[in-house]
């Protein structure tokens, strides 16, 4: 069970470098930056979404 964790990081690594490619591979026509501005999107809606997770978690107790 130790190496699921670096295992799940390394697939979502493997994976999402996978789905940037399959994003940006067609050749866009000058000012054409619907694509990149729905991706960013995405991805500050996602980094928002793990800052509101992390605050729900429950703090450590530092005597542990």
Do not use: E, H, Q, W
């Amino acid at each position: 069970a130790a190496g699921v964790y670096s295992t799940s990081r390394y697939m979502g690594s493997v994976i999402g470098a996978t789905i940037l490619a399959i994003v940006f591979a067609s050749d866009p026509k000058p000012g054409d930056s619907a694509t990149f501005r729905c991706l960013f999107i995405g991805l500050a809606v996602a980094a928002l979404a793990g800052i509101v997770v992390n605050s729900r978690i429950a703090p450590r107790d530092p005597a542990i």
